[in-house]
């Protein structure tokens, strides 16, 4: 992860290169937290199982929960893994940030609002969930590295949803296992979307951080 770190924060990448990464990331989070991975492959199925059910209201938020916590664990992975003060609380304190961003993206009305605003503060998430910072607060920084950067992080994950959809769309009619395979390309999808969405992240953070150092607009993360 410190290769890793350190080639982010030397330049700005192009899109390649943060697919290159990404996929080179991927594995690593797949072996490191094999629980998440399987709680949303377990998720991701009865999400088609449930479309009729009550809990297709429920469903919604857990996976956004689980998600939102994958992105916290893996942009920590690799923004903290050379700082040794790092405080294990910030972790746990961030653990409600992520039931947040799951009620905000899960709850049927609430969910098109947060769409829309993520995709004028595409930043915005990442951020909240892995920085110690308010929501205010992070409402201004994402605004602050977001602008000139918009279209390297949404461009990424609307080619990534659009080649889930070609995948996951004609094999889910297929009769009880379409939705199962559906499950867990759709597992698959979120987490190389996690991976490449905190590289992205990640690298713009530290070339913001780098190029306006001495600039009174950066918001210092505590």
């Known amino acids: 992860m410190e290769e890793l770190k350190k080639s982010l924060s030397g330049k700005y990448l192009e899109m390649g290169e943060y697919f290159n990464k990404a996929f080179e990331l991927f594995p690593k989070v797949m072996q490191k937290e094999v629980i998440l991975v399987g709680i949303m492959v377990l998720l991701s199925i009865t999400t088609f199982f449930t479309i009729k059910t009550p809990l297709r209201?429920?469903?919604?938020?857990?996976?956004?929960?689980?998600?939102?916590?994958?992105?916290?664990?893996?942009?920590?992975?690799?923004?903290?893994?050379?700082?040794?003060?790092?405080?294990?609380?910030?972790?746990?304190?961030?653990?409600?940030?992520?039931?947040?961003?799951?009620?905000?993206?899960?709850?049927?009305?609430?969910?098109?609002?947060?769409?829309?605003?993520?995709?004028?503060?595409?930043?915005?998430?990442?951020?909240?969930?892995?920085?110690?910072?308010?929501?205010?607060?992070?409402?201004?920084?994402?605004?602050?590295?977001?602008?000139?950067?918009?279209?390297?992080?949404?461009?990424?994950?609307?080619?990534?949803?659009?080649?889930?959809?070609?995948?996951?769309?004609?094999?889910?009619?297929?009769?009880?296992?379409?939705?199962?395979?559906?499950?867990i390309v759709s597992t698959v999808v979120s987490i190389l979307f996690v991976s490449i969405h905190s590289i992205i992240y990640l690298n713009v953070k530290y070339m913001n951080e780098k190029n306006n150092n001495n600039n009174q607009n950066i918001i210092e993360i505590k």
């Open 57 to 183: 209201y429920i469903i919604p938020v857990l996976s956004g929960f689980v998600t939102s916590l994958l992105l916290q664990k893996v942009i920590h992975s690799i923004d903290k893994v050379d700082d040794l003060s790092f405080e294990e609380e910030k972790s746990n304190n961030n653990t409600m940030k992520c039931i947040v961003i799951a009620l905000l993206q899960g709850i049927q009305g609430l969910n098109l609002i947060f769409i829309i605003y993520s995709l004028i503060y595409p930043y915005f998430v990442a951020s909240y969930v892995s920085e110690n910072m308010t929501f205010s607060e992070t409402h201004k920084y994402a605004g602050i590295i977001s602008s000139g950067n918009r279209l390297r992080i949404i461009l990424p994950g609307f080619i990534i949803a659009i080649c889930s959809g070609l995948i996951i769309t004609p094999v889910v009619y297929i009769s009880v296992i379409g939705p199962i395979i559906s499950g």
